[in-house]
């Protein structure tokens, strides 16, 4: 009984576009442990007894929290299903790292320097010169730009086909981006035995996204906005800063900033919004904005 929960709990977060492997090894087992008991329904004393006996702390964490979602989903259907408090085993403390938002002076700068970059052939500075200002113009994840074919430049915009979860979305392009990525694809045409990757180097395929993680750091380690041993701008921050930079343009506008909210998340590849939302603690500029407009709710309910 408790297996096939465990499957349509599973198969409506695949449906969802969720990849759901940690959380589907997790639930199974909570199944398995759940099948010696003579109780049909899941109780809040079974999900203690099960994320009690995880060999962390961590370990437990995790087990009481995907237990207590699935119980959630359960009890939606059967009240007699039990849920549990929340926060029993503690919250997470793991927060995602700070992003570096990087100046419009700095990432011309990085732009520059990527034409300097040595290669076998003459490709391989402007591969790295184009990628680094699509993820700069468009908030890419540096998956989905090295997955590109040459033809996924449409007169609607870039077609992303393999993006997180494996979800497909069409990417409007800014007049001067999709200039730019034509400058290449001429360029590209030089290039002997050029597969179908829109991005290439000598070989004819896209750099793996390691060698392009390798390419930035260092760039930005010689133009000194990373210490040479330290943390500093990761090409991630590339996808950062552009959300965040698109949000500042709503200015104090609370509405606009909730209506580019969603747009924006669409336009990231965001399966859920929250993700989306983090942007907002990236800036002062923002933080401050809500800040002043909560006081001033607060401040005429209180009065």
Not at 11 to 26: D, P
Not at 52 to 75: C, E, I, K, V, W
Not at 123 to 146: D, V
Not at 224 to 243: E, I, S
Request: hydrophobic fraction near 40%.
């Amino acid at each position: 009984m408790m297996h096939g929960h465990v499957d349509r709990y599973i198969n409506l977060h695949r449906a969802l576009g969720k990849g759901f492997a940690k959380h589907e090894k997790s639930l199974r087992e909570f199944a398995a442990f759940a099948a010696d008991r003579t109780d049909p329904h899941v109780t809040a004393a079974l999900i203690l007894e099960w994320a009690g006996s995880a060999t962390t702390p961590n370990s437990a964490q995790d087990r009481y929290d995907q237990a207590r979602a699935f119980a959630m989903f359960l009890h939606a259907e059967d009240t007699q299903h039990e849920v549990p408090v929340a926060g029993l085993f503690g919250r997470s403390r793991r927060r995602r790292p700070a992003p570096h938002l990087l100046s419009q002076d700095q990432i011309s700068s990085i732009l520059a320097e990527a034409l300097l970059v040595p290669g076998l052939t003459p490709i391989s500075p402007q591969t790295y010169h184009t990628l680094f200002g699509l993820l700069a113009s468009t908030g890419l994840r540096i998956s989905e730009a090295l997955s590109l074919r040459s033809d996924d430049l449409t007169e609607d915009g870039l077609m992303i086909r393999k993006g997180k979860f494996g979800k497909s979305r069409l990417v409007p392009l800014h007049a001067s981006t999709r200039a730019a990525l034509e400058r290449y694809l001429d360029q590209r045409r030089v290039v002997r035995d050029a597969g179908h990757d829109l991005f290439v180097l000598g070989h004819g395929h896209a750099p793996t996204a390691t060698r392009a993680h390798v390419v930035f750091v260092r760039i930005v380690r010689k133009l000194g906005y990373r210490n040479p041993t330290g943390r500093g701008p990761r090409l991630h921050d590339l996808r950062h800063t552009f959300a965040v930079r698109s949000l500042e343009t709503c200015g104090n506008d609370l509405q606009s900033i909730l209506r580019h909210m969603r747009a924006l998340s669409t336009y990231l590849g965001h399966v859920d919004i929250a993700n989306t939302y983090w942007y907002l603690e990236a800036t002062p500029v923002l933080l401050q904005m809500i800040a002043a407009r909560a006081e001033e709710t607060w401040t005429g309910g209180a009065a």
